[in-house]
C-alpha cells in the first residue's frame, strides 16, 4: 500500500477532501485543473489521430511519467492515477480470440481499444473458455507490472472500466443482436452474462492483488481516488433503452460486481439521464460520472436537475474554466460534485482558482 504519491503536490490532504466527498457526502467542492500540458502537446505532434497498432508500454510508460511529474505544480484535489485504457474493451474480447483494433486519442494522450463482435450466434456461448495464458490476458498483466515499475511510487493505476453484464454480450455478437437475444434468446444471454461476470471478477480482482491501494483506497480516471477496493462499471446498453429494460438486464449484475469489492461507480452519458433516479439507487455506487454528448445539454448546465433525481450521491462534472469560475465567485455551485476543470489557462489561474475552491463556503 502506498501512503503518498510522489507527483501528488500533498497527498493526505488531497485525499482527505476526496475522502469527504464520496465517504462522507460532504457538501464540499472539489475540483481538478486541466492546464495546457507540454507531454501532451508532444504528443499530439508525434502520433497521427484513428487506428493505429498496438502501442510500446514502455514509451506509454514514459509518456504518463512526464505528463504526471508536469502536474505536480498544479495544486488541485487530482491525484496522479494513469489508466489502462489500453486494455479497455479491447481485452474483453481479446480474450476470446476477439479481433482487437487500436484507436489513437491525441487529445488525451491514450490509446483505447474495442473488438468485432467474437461469435456470430449467441448460441456459442458454451464453446467459450477463458484461459489465464492467452495473450491478452498476459499482455493485461504485463502491462500493469510495467506501470508498476515505471511509476516508482510517483504515481498510481487506475482501475480499468469492467465490461460486465450486457455489455460483455455486445462484445461477443454486437450490439443490435445482444437486444434482439434478449428478446429471443434470454437464457442463452443469462449464460453469456454469467461468464461475464467470472471474467470481470477475475480481471478486476487480478487488478487489486497486483496494484497497491494508495491509502487504503482506489485511484481513479473519473473520481481521482475512493476508499476501499472500488471497481468502474458501465450502464451503457441502457441509455437507449428504457428504465423498465434496466431493472431487467442491467442492475443484478453491476449490483453483483459491486459486492464483490467495497463499491463502484458508474457514468452516464448524455442519452442516458432518464436512467439517474433508477441507477442512483444502484447498492454500492459511490459517485456517477456525467458525460457530455454532442446534441444534449451540458451537465453542468442542468446540474440542479441531476441533483433533485440523485439525492445526495456525490457527482463527477465536466466545464470550462471560465464558466466554474464565474459560479465559483458567485457561490452558486452545487456541491458535493468533483469539477474536472477544462481549458484553466495557466498554473497560477488553477492555483489562484483552488484557494478559492478551498475557501468555499456555500
Not at 106 to 115: D, E, I, P, Q
Request: aromatic fraction near 12%.
Amino acid at each position: 500500500m502506498y501512503n503518498s504519491l510522489n507527483y501528488c503536490f500533498d497527498t493526505q490532504l488531497v485525499l482527505g477532501r476526496l475522502g469527504k466527498l464520496y465517504s462522507q457526502r460532504s457538501p464540499i467542492i472539489c475540483a481538478k485543473m486541466n492546464v495546457p500540458n507540454r507531454a501532451l502537446e508532444e504528443f499530439k505532434k508525434n502520433h497521427k489521430e484513428g487506428f493505429c497498432d498496438y502501442p510500446d508500454i514502455q514509451e506509454r510508460v514514459k509518456f504518463w511519467d512526464s505528463f504526471t511529474r508536469e502536474r505536480l505544480s498544479v495544486h488541485d484535489d487530482s491525484v496522479p492515477g494513469v489508466p489502462l485504457k489500453e486494455m479497455d474493451q479491447g481485452l474483453y474480447g481479446g480474450l476470446f480470440g476477439g479481433d482487437v483494433r487500436f484507436l489513437c486519442d491525441t487529445s488525451r494522450g491514450m490509446f483505447s481499444s474495442m473488438v468485432y463482435p467474437v461469435i456470430k450466434d449467441l448460441g456459442e456461448v458454451d464453446k467459450l473458455c477463458f484461459d489465464e495464458n492467452c495473450m491478452w490476458f498476459q499482455r493485461y498483466m504485463s502491462q500493469i507490472d510495467a506501470f508498476l515499475i515505471g511509476g516508482k511510487g510517483n504515481f498510481s493505476i487506475n482501475h480499468l472500466m469492467s465490461i460486465n453484464g450486457l455489455n460483455f454480450v455486445f462484445e461477443l455478437i454486437g450490439a443490435t443482436a445482444a437486444y434482439m437475444a434478449c428478446e429471443e434468446q434470454p437464457e442463452l444471454v443469462k449464460k453469456a452474462i454469467e461468464l461475464a461476470f467470472e471474467v470481470n471478477l477475475k480481471i478486476q480482482k487480478t487488478f487489486f492483488e497486483k496494484v497497491p491501494l494508495l491509502n487504503n483506497g482506489t485511484c481513479s480516471c473519473f473520481a481521482q481516488w475512493l476508499p476501499g477496493e472500488i471497481v468502474s462499471e458501465s450502464v451503457d446498453p441502457f441509455h437507449m433503452t428504457s428504465v423498465d429494460y434496466f431493472e431487467k438486464w442491467g442492475r443484478s449484475p453491476v449490483e453483483r460486481l459491486f459486492r464483490e469489492f467495497d463499491g463502484g461507480i458508474i457514468h452516464i452519458h448524455g442519452n442516458g439521464r432518464h436512467l439517474f433516479k433508477a441507477a442512483s439507487s444502484i447498492k454500492g455506487l459511490k459517485a456517477i460520472f456525467l458525460g457530455d454528448d454532442t446534441g444534449f445539454p451540458l451537465s453542468f448546465d442542468i446540474l440542479d436537475e441531476i441533483r433533485e433525481q440523485v439525492g445526495d450521491l456525490p457527482l463527477i462534472c465536466q466545464v470550462d474554466f471560465h464558466k466554474f469560475s464565474e459560479k465559483l465567485k458567485e457561490k452558486k455551485l452545487i456541491p458535493t460534485v468533483f469539477y474536472n476543470v477544462l481549458n484553466v489557462p495557466n498554473v497560477d489561474e488553477a492555483n489562484r482558482c483552488m484557494d478559492d475552491v478551498r475557501d468555499c463556503l456555500l
